[in-house]
């Protein structure tokens, strides 16, 4: 079956240091992979999508990147964190078409 | 655009109550998806509906796809303090989804039980 791994689960970051999160899928092979953030437990905001490796459109200019060197792998970046970047990050992988997403448990990340 | 409209946005009620809430649209949807998402967690997946009129259970939950395809209802029987979350309506964004599979989400219903 497949599965979705996320981490960290929480990250406490000073504003301006960079960022990485990763996102694993593991059961499947060439999945459509997304980054969301959700703000105050309500509203999913699609960040970023990619249908294939080094294949990435966005969503919402912003402060943010993403990279996918594998199949399996999305990662999620910045070099220099903003207090407007605390949230909680979600990745979710999905087949084509009409198939439904399915979510990691999600990084919670906190600026100070 | 296509927007999805969820309500309520909250409800209270008390545990062994049923409850309804909706999702519409102002644009024909081919599938309807609907998540429950617990606090700190992603949202899982309840019940995928693929066809007009359709009626779909799983456990104590009911969701049923619009005749108009416009709009869709999810039922909860005899809520427990468990079903406590975030129930989001989805479904994809442009007629078939299209190769990424985008989904358009509706803002939520946040359920409250009472035990």
């Known amino acids: 079956s497949q599965t979705i791994h996320q981490w ?3 990250l406490v970051q000073p504003v301006g240091s960079p960022l990485s999160l990763e996102c694993t899928v593991e059961g499947t092979s060439n999945p459509n992979l997304y980054w969301y953030r959700q703000a105050a437990g309500r ?3 699609l960040l970023f999508y990619s249908v294939g490796i080094g294949q990435i459109s966005s969503e919402v200019p912003q402060n943010l990147s993403a990279s996918r060197p594998q199949d399996r792998q999305f ?3 910045s070099k220099k964190l903003l207090l407007s970047d605390s949230g909680f990050y ?3 992988w999905g087949g084509q078409g009409l198939q439904p ?3 990691g448990d999600g990084t919670r990340l906190s600026i100070l | 655009g296509q927007q999805l409209n969820q309500s309520p946005q909250s409800m209270f009620i008390q545990e062994g109550e049923d ?3 909706n999702c519409t649209s102002s644009s024909i949807f081919n599938t309807w998806l609907w998540y429950k998402q617990d606090p700190g967690e992603g949202p899982v997946l309840l019940i995928a509906l693929y066809k007009a009129g359709e009626l779909t259970s799983n456990g104590r939950l009911t969701a049923q796809f619009g005749i108009t395809r ?3 209802f999810l039922n909860i029987s005899a ?3 468990s079903d406590v979350g975030i129930y989001f309506c989805a479904g994809p964004l442009g007629y078939y989804g299209g190769s990424q599979g985008n989904l358009i989400f509706g803002k939520g219903t946040k359920l409250s039980v009472k035990p």
């Open chain 2, 79 to 81: 809520s427990i303090p």
């Open chain 1, 75 to 77: 990662i999620l970046s």
């Open chain 1, 101 to 103: 997403q399915h979510f």
């Open chain 1, 90 to 92: 979600l990745c979710a």
């Open chain 2, 19 to 21: 409850v309804s809430m």
């Open chain 1, 8 to 10: 960290p689960a929480t």
């Open chain 1, 43 to 45: 509203g999913l905001q």
């Open chain 2, 70 to 72: 416009k709009d869709s």
